[in-house]
Nanobody, 128 residues
Framework: QVQLVESGGGLVQAGDSLRVSCAASGRTFSRSPMGWFRQAPGKEREFVAAISWNGGTTYYTDSVKGRFTISRDNNKSTVYLQMNMLKSEDTAVYYC?????????????????????WGQGTQVTVSS
């Protein structure tokens, strides 16, 4: 089992920056690809970013490329999402997720079904 706890959400203005974190406990975090997803009211949960367990591969949805950066610290069992130049359309609940299956070091999945463990989410609200 893996437990994931997100933190760092809040209310910011358009153009501001925010970093959300996800602390993991349980099984070997350092061997799990990690992802960030978000869900806005009335919409499906969508992929935002992913990082391989060795940190060497990252993958982003087009709408956040150049603005968001995913990173991880395996010594702290924590994954981060640095969000810059925030827009009102980034408003959502942000969830981190962990893959439970054995993967290649470079895998950074983008499909929800690839992830086995989810956090409870943290709200990010961007006012325009």
């Amino acid at each position: 089992q893996v437990q994931l706890v997100e933190s760092g959400g809040g209310l910011v203005q358009a153009g501001d920056s925010l970093r959300v974190s996800c602390a993991a406990s349980g099984r070997t975090f350092s061997r799990s690809p990690m992802g960030w997803f978000r869900q806005a009211p009335g919409k499906e949960r969508e992929f935002v970013a992913a990082i391989s367990w060795n940190g060497g591969t990252t993958y982003y949805t087009d709408s956040v490329k150049g603005r968001f950066t995913i990173s991880r610290d395996n010594n702290k069992s924590t994954v981060y999402l640095q969000m810059n130049m925030l827009k009102s359309e980034d408003t959502a609940v942000y969830y981190c997720a962990a893959v439970g299956a054995i993967t290649r070091p470079s895998d950074a999945p983008s499909r929800k079904n690839d992830y086995d463990y989810w956090g409870q989410g943290t709200q990010v609200t961007v006012s325009s």
